[in-house]
């Protein structure tokens, strides 16, 4: 998988990353903003205090939003060093190291199922093994929600590149020219809806676990 050029430094100082990062959500309103769509996607559909996991955590700053509603969040991610950060932010997060596409959790423990952000970062078969995985640990009727990268065209589309050449691996081209919408539907979601953002830039997509047909 190869590097861009100022990935590693962005990684390496976080008000460079901040300051980037920063930057490209201007168009949802900011960072704040940015980190709760999901979870605001992901809300009216859920029960109060529902079980909802944050897929690729990170530093738990999407968990937060979650947490702010008061759902019970479990956060995972493959990085420890991650999930201390967000355990130190979030005491009421619960957290699980271990890898999206494998993850160490029984089924169909969630009502709710989010991934902010980091979908680009799976080549295809990570990605559909996460999806697939994703929808096992739903129940039936459950709902997932992930924001990401939209493939940008036009004038509009040179910050995106730019900013892809630049901070993202080889994964985010290959995302770019996916369908997330049809995906889900292939790996077995229902009521897939698409909402694009950020001036085309960004997609927040949601989707449902099916419910069992009632037995004749």
């Known amino acids: 998988m190869s590097r861009r050029p100022l990935r590693t430094f962005a990684y390496g100082h976080p008000w460079f990353y901040h300051l980037v990062t920063g930057i490209g959500a201007l168009p949802v309103g ?76 029984a089924p169909e423990q969630f009502a709710g199922v989010q991934i902010s952000l980091a979908l680009h970062e799976f080549h295809r078969p990570a990605r ?22 939209q493939p940008t065209r036009g004038l509009l589309g040179w910050p995106q590149q730019w900013f892809v050449h630049l901070f993202e691996t080889d994964t985010a081209v290959d995302f770019l020219t996916s369908n997330l919408g049809a995906d889900l539907t292939m790996v077995g979601y229902g009521s897939v809806a698409v909402e694009t953002l950020a001036l085309g830039s960004l997609q927040l997509v949601s989707a449902r676990k099916p419910s069992p047909s009632p037995a004749p």
């Open 30 to 105: 900011g960072p704040q903003r940015l980190r709760q769509l999901c979870a605001q996607r992901l809300a009216p559909r859920l029960p109060a205090q529902a079980a909802v996991l944050d897929l690729c955590c990170g530093g738990g700053a999407a968990s937060g939003p979650l947490l702010a509603r008061g759902f019970q969040v479990t956060g995972l991610d493959c990085s420890r060093q991650a999930l201390e950060r967000a355990a130190r932010t979030h005491p009421k997060l619960v957290t699980v190291q271990g890898l999206a596409e494998q993850p160490p959790l």
């Open 128 to 149: 559909l093994a996460l999806l697939k995985a994703a929808l096992g640990l739903l129940q039936p009727g459950g709902w997932f929600a992930a924001l990401d990268l």
